[in-house]
């Protein structure tokens, strides 16, 4: 079984797509009777395959430009998979790219709340694209039962659909030794404790940045608590908003917005940090749930989206829209110890259950079963 992987869309590996194709590849079973191959912008040929042998890569000359790449699946796409001769065809960024036809049988992973992604709400052309090729697809999977929801009521099959939870890497992400230093140093940073984090790329209202701003200063300000918030994330559409935010806070030198940090140092700030924080209303995937609950702090996350689903009984729920209401969540989860110490050992044990080995094991299971189906 040859099995074609589209790794557009992904942004080249510096965002949660992009961590979830690198992630996913790493841990596809080896199988003499399974062969994979990569295709992709020839930008991203060492991209993901640079250390896995068992994955090939074929460049596509195409410009490294969201319009072009989609008129590549538009219109070339189909060509391109019958070409390649492959058995089925893997769409790692399925809530963004997809072929106008399969002329053989598609899987797309679909890791996004669609519904709630800026071009769905403002363009009817792109809603009937997006539901119309996922709808050809002969499977869909979807990161979370909130994801399967929410392409339910876009009319998608629900037979069609598979949920998958996202792995954690448990070599990666595990409790760390933490000295009673003042300062973490993590190159190119250095980051003052005691802090809270959220780390999530500056993309958008529903991920509550500024909300979160507010009510971290109320915090501040009703407990005089020396503690920071560590925003890390790369820039995007809602950039400008979070840093005039920031700016405009009265504790905005307790505020630290990291840019881009790359996934490989995340586990040493999540170990270092008193508490992770996650306001966002819109998470299909949650997956930094889980990578700060096997580190082994305390979460508190939104009651919205897949986050209670992801979390599970192990996390402090808030509303975010409430600046009180979160503002009292911090301060409960950096000063009730008994309360921080029931949040830590629920996710670490619960955080176990989550491997990027067994979301491979069962996603290669679903294009097998999607081949042997065609026969």
Not at 56 to 65: E, H, I, K, L, R
Not at 72 to 78: D, E, L, P, V
Not at 131 to 159: G, H, N, P, W, Y
Request: aromatic share 10%; proline share 5%.
């Amino acid at each position: 079984m040859l099995v074609g992987i589209d790794a557009f869309g992904c942004d080249h590996g510096r965002s949660g797509l992009g961590l979830y194709l690198l992630s996913l590849i790493s841990s596809l079973p080896k199988s003499d009777s399974v062969t994979y191959e990569l295709f992709g912008s020839e930008i991203d040929r060492y991209t993901y395959t640079s250390s896995l042998e068992k994955i090939s890569f074929t460049g596509v000359s195409v410009p490294d430009s969201v319009v072009f790449e989609s008129l590549w699946h538009t219109f070339k796409a189909s060509s391109f998979l019958t070409r390649r001769n492959y058995d089925v065809a893997f769409f790692a960024a399925g809530g963004r790219f997809l072929p106008a036809s399969f002329p053989v049988p598609g899987v797309a992973a679909v890791n996004d709340v669609i519904s709630e992604m800026p071009d769905y709400k403002s363009s009817f052309f792109y809603r009937h694209k997006i539901k119309s090729r996922l709808s050809r697809c002969k499977k869909i999977i979807t990161a979370s039962q909130f994801i399967k929801k929410d392409l339910v009521s876009m009319s998608i099959e629900s037979s069609n659909i598979e949920v998958i939870h996202n792995g954690i890497n448990h070599s990666l992400f595990y409790p760390r030794t933490v000295l009673n230093n003042d300062v973490v140093n993590i190159s190119p940073f250095a980051i003052k404790r005691p802090y809270i984090i959220y780390a999530s790329k500056l993309q958008g209202s529903s991920k509550k940045h500024l909300e979160l701003i507010k009510a971290f200063s109320l915090f501040k300000k009703n407990t005089g608590l020396p503690h920071r918030l560590v925003l890390a994330g790369g820039s995007g559409g809602y950039s400008e908003a979070v840093h005039k935010e920031t700016a405009s806070s009265e504790y905005s030198s307790d505020i630290f917005l990291t840019g881009f940090f790359p996934h490989e140092s995340l586990p040493e700030l999540y170990s270092c940090a008193d508490a992770c924080i996650i306001p966002s209303v819109s998470e299909g995937a949650g997956l930094p749930v889980l990578e700060a609950m096997a580190c082994e702090i305390p979460v508190a996350c939104a009651k919205a989206g897949a986050l209670p689903e992801i979390a599970g009984s192990n996390a402090l729920f808030f509303n975010p829209n409430d600046i009180n209401e979160t503002a009292k969540t911090i301060e409960a989860i950096v000063s009730d110890t008994n309360l921080r110490s029931n949040l830590i050992s629920g996710g670490i044990t619960w955080a176990k259950r989550f491997s990027w080995e067994k979301t491979a094991q069962r996603t290669l299971e679903v294009l097998q079963e999607t081949v042997q189906g065609r026969k």
